[in-house]
């Protein structure tokens, strides 16, 4: 099966910055660490950590999410969204995304992934269904608070974002079982 596009390319351009992490790198595998033990794939759902810099003038807040758009759903699936982060945040520490939030700075909101709890959740493809993308995604956002609350679905997030976002940055590791 061909893979399909990054979802990415069907938004409008906006700026590009700089993210890196000493958990994850473009187009490597993930560790264990970043995968799910939730959902049954021997891993521990730990977020990764993320640090960036260049983003665009103007920037009053970050919003960070993970998304895996080679799901088996016609929606893929959401394994992380966090916004109103503040923007003298440039990054979060690994496991920042925990059921606590105890990583994430004041302000910030977690909404609900797609197995429906409010964290980070790691990789879980189906067996043998080839490698997915997780492409991590930090938005630079042009107003202090999205205005929306912790029981916004990923997808209202999405779309929150795409008036709003001043620029992205990426990192897209892969995983398969």
Same mark, same amino acid.
């Given at each position: 099966m061909a893979q399909p596009p990054s979802p990415y390319d069907f938004l409008p351009e906006v700026a590009s910055f700089t993210v890196v992490s000493d958990d994850v790198t473009d187009g490597q595998t993930l560790p264990k660490a970043q995968v799910s033990g939730i959902l049954g794939a021997g891993g521990e759902d730990v977020s990764p950590h993320l640090s960036w %810099?260049?983003?665009?003038?103007?920037?009053? %807040?970050?919003? #960070?999410?993970?998304?895996d758009p080679d799901a088996p759903t016609a929606s893929g699936f959401w394994h992380w969204g966090v916004f109103d982060i503040p923007a003298d945040v440039t990054e979060l520490a690994s496991g920042a995304g925990d059921e606590s939030g105890s990583g994430l700075p004041?302000?910030?909101v977690t909404i609900r992934n797609d197995a429906g %709890?409010?964290?980070?959740?790691?990789?879980? +493809? +189906?067996?043998?269904?080839?490698?997915?993308?997780?492409?991590?995604? #930090?938005?630079?956002?042009? #107003?202090p608070s999205l205005g929306?609350?912790? %029981?916004a679905s990923p997808a209202f997030l999405g779309f929150n974002l795409f008036f709003h976002t001043l620029g992205r940055a990426m990192v897209t590791p892969v995983y398969e079982l």
């Open positions: %810099s260049g983003f665009p003038a103007g920037t009053q %807040s970050f919003a #960070v999410t993970c998304f004041a302000g910030a %709890s409010k964290r980070y959740i790691g990789a879980a +493809p +189906p067996e043998g269904h080839g490698p997915h993308r997780y492409f991590f995604v #930090v938005h630079a956002v042009d #107003v929306i609350d912790d %029981s």
